[in-house]
């Protein structure tokens, strides 16, 4: 069973009150957006979870009403239940409050459960698209997009997908989540600025360090900068071999940035690694990815001091999640942030006023996100403007240069 759809507010729609949350709650949203028309009731038990207002006590659910006229309708493919379960309330609740906080009218969310699975998904787009939407957020991974992404071609109604594969990107699907791309651009743009000519690049053997090596190669090329050094190694190896074989190829002109493609510990020994092997930071600069920005551990190795951190604008973030939590007592898990964004684009793309009209997504034009300045591209990829932090021992990360969307002055 879906969540119940979550309808537009109406033109005296109280502002969101604290609450007291439960993450069942998210399905009396009518008691959310003050609706001017029907505000379904919350179903008991739904997903085993008990079933509360949004906002303040039952009292407080308005009563239902005349059906309202046709509404223009965005398919959420969410991960209700399965292995991702736990996320998908969490982002069903910020594709609500993108809602609100759009002023749009005349919309309707209609959430569908992708059971975490290709063949969920591939259902849940199934079931959304013959019910009339119009547009897809969702859903979460690579496999599910690939399954669910067929149909909606078919149909003609474009997916905003949360996944970062880039591979998904394209012929009416966007990729909305970070991807290694914009990470390793943003950081040979900072790299740039200051002097660097040459990256590296070092990790163990998978999908995401191959993602990475492309993109580095790639974004080398077209900044004018020499050809990168790219170590792969099996996950197990060791470390201190790796970057043996690191420096032996950088050879005595060594490097100015390196990324790792690592997290946690194994980021941790090869980066205590590095100085054995010839490759001292300073001079050479070590970087990592967003998922650095989660990991506090990585201040307590002093290799790692000054390392750079690609991360979505600190001010957009902060606010989104100050946000979210006055809305639903609690802070929100790094993917909602990617929710709000897919369906603030999906909310522009279908203003018009006409629920048969097709959706017209706002390619090229700079979008405001829970993750800062956004912006869809005609090949189904997405920039976004990503600032760059240093890790500093025993502290917050620091920002040494703002967020910068690609393309824009001073970017």
Not at 58 to 72: E, L, R
Not at 172 to 182: E, K, L, R, S
Not at 264 to 287: D, T
């Given at each position: 069973m879906d969540p119940h759809p979550v309808r537009s507010?109406?033109?005296?729609?109280?502002?969101?009150?604290?609450?007291?949350?439960?993450?069942?709650?998210?399905?009396?949203?009518g008691a959310l957006v003050g609706l001017a028309a029907c505000a379904p009731q919350a179903p008991?038990?739904?997903y085993a979870r008990p079933a509360a207002p949004l906002f303040g006590g039952?009292?407080?659910?308005?009563?239902?009403?005349?059906?309202?006229?046709?509404?223009?309708r965005i398919a959420l493919l969410l991960p209700m239940s399965g292995a991702q379960g736990a996320l998908g309330p969490a982002m069903l609740n910020a594709a609500t409050l993108a809602l609100f906080e759009s002023g749009a009218r005349g919309v309707e969310l209609v959430p569908r459960d992708t059971t975490s699975s290709?063949?969920?998904?591939?259902?849940?787009?199934?079931s959304a698209i013959a019910e009339g939407a119009r547009v897809v957020v969702g859903p979460l991974t690579g496999p599910e997009t690939a399954a669910a992404a067929g149909q909606a071609r078919a149909a003609g109604v474009p997916v905003l997908a949360f996944t970062n594969d880039v591979d998904?990107?394209?012929?009416?699907?966007?990729?909305?989540?970070?991807?290694?791309?914009?990470?390793?651009?943003?950081?040979?743009?900072a790299a740039q600025r200051a002097g660097i000519r040459r990256a590296g690049l070092a990790g163990p053997d998978g999908p995401f360090t191959s993602r990475l090596a492309a993109s580095l190669r790639n974004a080398s090329r077209e900044a004018g900068m020499a050809p990168p050094v790219i170590v792969t190694y099996p996950a197990g190896a060791s470390r201190s071999q790796a970057a043996g074989q690191l420096a032996a190829q950088a050879g005595p002109d060594g490097l100015?940035?390196?990324?790792?493609?690592?997290?946690?510990?194994?980021?941790?020994?090869?980066?205590?690694?590095?100085?054995?092997?010839?490759?001292?930071?300073?001079?050479?600069?070590?970087?990592?990815?967003?998922?650095?920005?989660g990991d506090p551990s990585l201040t307590?190795?002093?290799?790692?001091?000054?390392?750079?951190?690609?991360?979505?604008?600190?001010?957009?973030?902060?606010?989104?999640?100050?946000?979210?939590?006055?809305?639903?007592?609690?802070?929100?898990?790094?993917?909602?942030?990617?929710?709000?964004?897919?369906?603030?684009?999906?909310?522009?793309?279908?203003?018009?006023?006409?629920?048969?009209?097709?959706?017209?997504l706002p390619v090229g034009e700079p979008l405001q996100g829970a993750d800062g300045t956004f912006r869809l591209l005609p090949d189904g990829q997405v920039q976004r403007g990503l600032a760059v932090f240093a890790l500093t021992p025993g502290a917050d990360l620091q920002m040494v240069e703002p967020p910068l969307l690609p393309g824009a002055a001073g970017s």
């Open positions: 507010p109406g033109p005296n729609a109280p502002r969101p009150a604290r609450h007291a949350s439960r993450l069942g709650a998210v399905l009396a949203l008991q038990g739904y039952a009292g407080s659910m308005a009563a239902p009403q005349a059906p309202v006229a046709a509404s223009t290709a063949g969920g998904a591939s259902e849940a787009v199934r998904q990107g394209g012929g009416g699907v966007w990729v909305t989540g970070i991807t290694p791309a914009q990470q390793v651009r943003r950081l040979l743009a100015g940035l390196l990324i790792l493609a690592e997290n946690g510990a194994q980021a941790r020994e090869m980066a205590a690694s590095l100085a054995g092997a010839g490759l001292a930071s300073p001079p050479m600069r070590i970087a990592g990815t967003v998922l650095w920005a307590s190795e002093p290799a790692l001091a000054g390392a750079w951190v690609p991360g979505p604008d600190p001010g957009a973030r902060n606010g989104f999640e100050a946000r979210y939590q006055s809305a639903f007592g609690e802070r929100p898990p790094r993917l909602a942030a990617t929710a709000y964004d897919a369906t603030t684009a999906a909310l522009r793309s279908v203003r018009g006023g006409d629920p048969r009209a097709p959706a017209a």
